[in-house]
């Protein structure tokens, strides 16, 4: 599953309160040197050879021998710590048959679910299913269709069965059944899983104008329970059959193959799909609606997009790369897709990012985009195409036993991304992409994190962190550096071939390495997946003429506490780079909480990098010269290499680093060009013209948007021929909003005939670089624009665009304009079915901004009328997060 938590969102909320109760302007921070929060590296299995100091012990130890670690005090449990363990087996679910149909008006799903169990060990007369909220019609014995008796408490179904069983014998209940998501008190969910109704309809009344009528499902974690009986635990599975009767205009989508469609007397169609292979409830799946289908073939077996109609054009890049990544992955884990038919499917107000339901993959609408939109996307549907793709052999074929274990498919799923980008795109995109994901893990941290494997969560759903995902992504990109390619894959290979179509835990995956690397690899199981946290470096460096010998230094800082070790034991390589800019590696291991090790040399090195390879998930604090960095900047063969001395330079108090940043202005990775284009002075001499390149001919659109803004800066009119090129028809949304951005300021009578051909455009960059134009200078004309794109303002840009709706209208200084909008904001905010969290927030901000505008004006009669409207909205919102953020308007 790709989540996306809601740290981001609440972040933004935070700071657009901020700006409306207290105003700020702040400048620019000066940054610490030389402390960008990054990792580093672990090394293959070699002969140590750093010579120690005069106080340490030769370096003649292997990768087991034991460490000096100093643990605090702390104080005696006198109970034992939480343990969330795996689901105790008691039968072991076979195969499961649902026939289904729906009530849209109630919202409601009538279904016969039939399930083939036998005992697990024990003999019983007993079984227990997972059934919330259902309405239960009858339970019989499905061979002689007997009556069974039961009990049922609106979560779990106890049946009494005809005789007790053993667990050699297999037996059929069938449970006819209404299950009624939406009619319950309270709804649970979680950051990346927002609700857990398990089956949801969309407009069901088809009042929501534009809105696709739909029904999808969404099981993990253990939601399918609510609409249909099961065992809903990861480490149970079984094969499926699902009888889906739909209107004839829908289309149905389910796991496995679609056998047959039947078309039915009333005028309904029952759609036959059958999965063969045995797989886990939570990844059962159901999406209805009248989707455009567009068709692929890998190996011979299927691969379908599921899109609106008017995307179906696009349906093959909003699902990049879909039958080549099929291909690659197969390929490199040396085990084809296992599965019968691949499919992807786009749905309305998806609850997460995106869903691993086996052969049937559910996508939020995010990724719905048109072929120019695509070109701002930054890989973003690649990566989450290759997340879900790659669950499909960690997650789907190979299951995680508990949710404990959650990393085995999230770890997994997160390194796929790194693993096609750096096959499709190159080591320093997939660098900068395990860079994020690692500072997403370290800020997740800060008050020391959890293990990796997680055996005393709160709820599962809190598994669903930056550390099953990002952690467990980055600790497997150490594990392969450490190994090797290709004892890494030849181990995963090994792992899937022992446990396909089985549930695991994380000592099956080290026993897999373990066989075939033929080492003991328990310390880094227990380091990095059983305990907490990461190491803290500080790394210093001394060199000695007259005995010719360079010394490092590396003190972890880390504070030992909530299982974090006091003493991570870290095999690292070192390059040392004589004055040539050639490199020769060093092997180091740290295994003390101070250590140096030296090294000989002829003359002093150019510069030393510890963690060569970049891959060791850390902070650190490099005490590197501003030489020593412009030296890594220039023969530092990786990525991060070249970032991080960008970092430590820009933050340096000395005179800055002019020629190293405009170097960068021409570097192969266009995030080391944003990010010299955001760390120089477009001013200096011999910049501009290096700019203006950029933004005229960069083929990275983020890369060429800031170019734009920075010419922009300089105010010369003599660049709006390069800003013009970025509003061609073809052009990015975000190059086109940039230019339109910048022209606005330098030519505005230009960037008002551009704005007549713009206006159209439902694009959110374009329609806030028009937001913000007009709102600089409001006219009466601009009003059914700024109208129009009300209703459809959403997500993240709502936030920028009713804040300048809002400017808009208090500066076009006509009452009648400012009470339609004060009326249509209220109605936005105190309509939660019809408008999002984010649009519901907007509006209640446009008005409380427009409130301090009265005040302001010492208009306290309609400020207080608006005070009442917040109120009033503050009483009507549920949503706990907005009504926390309410409190402060």
């Not at 099956?508 to 390495?513: K, Q, Y």
């Not at 490199?583 to 003390?592: D, F, L, N, P």
Request: glycine share 4%.
């Amino acid at each position: 599953m790709v989540s996306f938590f809601r740290i981001p969102v609440i972040l933004c909320i935070c700071v657009a309160v901020m700006a409306a109760c207290n105003p700020k302007s702040g400048s620019k921070a000066a940054k610490t040197p030389a402390k960008p929060d990054e990792p580093e590296k672990f090394v293959d299995s070699k002969p140590l050879t750093g010579e120690p100091t005069e106080d340490e012990e030769t370096l003649e130890y292997t990768m087991m021998d034991p460490i000096d670690i100093t643990l605090p005090a702390a104080a005696n449990p006198d109970s034992l710590p939480v343990y969330n363990a795996s689901n105790t087996f008691e039968h072991d679910l076979l195969h499961t048959k649902i026939e289904i149909s729906f009530d849209w008006e109630k919202k409601r799903a009538n279904g016969k679910a039939t399930l083939r169990l036998k005992p697990w060990f024990y003999a019983t007369d007993k079984l227990t299913l997972d059934a919330k909220n259902f309405d239960v019609k009858s339970v019989v014995l499905a061979r002689t269709n007997a009556p069974l008796k039961y009990t049922y408490d609106n979560e779990k179904i106890a049946i009494s069965l005809d005789k007790t069983y053993k667990r050699t014998e297999e037996f059929e209940v069938a449970i006819t059944y209404t299950a009624k998501p939406d009619e319950r008190e309270s709804y649970g969910g979680s950051a990346a899983i927002s609700q857990d109704k398990g089956l949801y309809f969309i407009n069901p009344d088809g009042k929501e104008a534009g809105k696709p009528r739909q029904i999808w499902t969404q099981g993990e974690t253990e939601s399918n329970s609510f609409w249909f009986p099961t065992i809903d635990k990861p480490n149970e599975r079984c094969t499926q059959e699902m009888y889906i009767t739909v209107e004839n205009k829908y289309k149905t989508l389910s796991n496995g193959l679609l056998v047959s469609s039947k078309n039915n007397p009333d005028g309904t169609r029952t759609d036959y799909w059958k999965n063969e292979l045995p797989h886990a409830p939570y990844l059962f799946m159901m999406a209805i609606g009248e989707f455009a289908v567009v068709k692929d073939k890998w190996r011979g077996k299927d691969v379908s997009y599921y899109v609106e109609p008017a995307y179906e054009q696009y349906a093959r890049d909003i699902f990049p790369y879909t039958t080549e990544m099929l291909e690659f992955f197969s390929t490199k884990l040396n085990y084809a897709y296992p599965w019968p038919k691949y499919d992807q499917v786009v749905v309305r107000d998806y609850v997460s990012g995106a869903m691993e339901n086996t052969g049937a993959v559910i996508f939020g609408e995010y990724v719905q985009k048109t072929k120019r939109e695509l070109l701002d996307n930054d890989y973003t549907n690649e990566k989450v195409v290759a997340h879900e793709m790659f669950h499909h052999w960690f997650g789907d074929l190979v299951t995680t036993e508990s949710w404990a274990n959650l990393t085995l498919n999230e770890g997994f799923a997160n390194y796929s991304e790194y693993l096609w980008l750096e096959h499709k795109h190159g080591k320093d995109i997939a660098d900068a992409h395990l860079q994020n994901e690692q500072q997403g893990y370290i800020y997740s941290a800060s008050d020391g994190g959890h293990p990796l494997i997680h055996y005393g969560y709160a709820s599962r759903e809190d598994m669903f962190d930056a550390h099953s995902y990002n952690k467990g992504g980055a600790v497997l990109h150490m594990l392969r550096n450490y190994v090797g390619d290709e004892a890494f894959f030849t181990a995963l290979n090994t792992y899937l071939n022992r446990h396909q179509f089985t549930d695991v835990e994380a000592h099956e995956l080290r026993l897999a390495f373990e066989d075939v690397t033929g080492q003991d690899l328990s310390w880094f199981f227990n380091q990095w997946f059983f305990g907490a946290g990461h190491p803290s470096l500080d790394i210093a460096y001394a060199w000695d003429e007259a005995t010719q010998t360079t010394e490092v230094t590396i003190e972890q800082q880390q504070t030992a506490e909530n299982n974090v070790a006091y003493v991570f034991n870290l095999p690292l390589s070192v390059d040392i780079y004589d004055a040539s800019g050639k490199a020769r590696r060093e092997q180091i291991h740290v295994t003390k909480r101070r250590q140096s090790f030296k090294f000989k040399s002829d003359r002093k090195p150019l510069v030393i990098n510890v963690d060569a390879e970049k891959t060791l998930l850390c902070v650190k604090t490099d005490h590197h010269t501003n030489e020593e960095w412009r030296a890594l900047f220039q023969y530092g063969p990786n990525y991060r290499d070249r970032v991080e001395a960008l970092a430590a330079l820009s933050a340096t108090d000395s005179v800055p680093e002019y020629d190293i940043f405009k170097t960068a202005l021409s570097d192969k990775s266009p995030d080391i060009r944003r990010y010299a284009l955001n760390a120089i002075d477009p001013s200096l001499p011999g910049v501009a013209p290096l700019i203006a390149n950029i933004a005229e001919n960069d083929k990275n659109p983020g890369t060429r948007a800031t170019a734009i803004m920075a010419l922009g800066s300089l105010e010369d009119k003599q660049y709006i021929p390069v800003i013009q090129k970025g509003l061609q028809p073809d052009a990015p949304y975000s190059v086109a909003g940039a230019a339109l951005s910048v022209l606005s300021k330098l030519d505005k009578a230009a960037a008002v005939a551009a704005s007549k051909t713009l206006e159209n455009d439902d694009n959110e960059e374009i329609a806030n670089a028009l937001a913000e134009m007009y709102a600089e200078t409001p006219s009466v004309e601009q009003l059914p624009w700024f109208q129009k794109r009300a209703a459809k303002a959403d997500q993240m840009a709502a936030f920028s665009f009713f804040e300048l709706y809002q400017r808009y209208l208090v500066g076009l200084n006509n009452d009648a304009a400012l009470e339609t909008g004060i009326q249509s904001w209220k109605t936005n905010a105190t309509t939660p079915d019809t408008n999002s969290e984010w649009r519901r927030f907007a509006s209640t901000k446009a008005l409380a901004d427009t409130r301090n505008f009265f005040r302001e004006k010492g208009d306290e009669t309609k400020a207080n009328a608006i005070q009442a409207y917040i109120e009033e909205i503050k009483e009507k919102e549920s949503d706990p997060t907005l009504k926390m953020y309410y409190g402060l308007f």
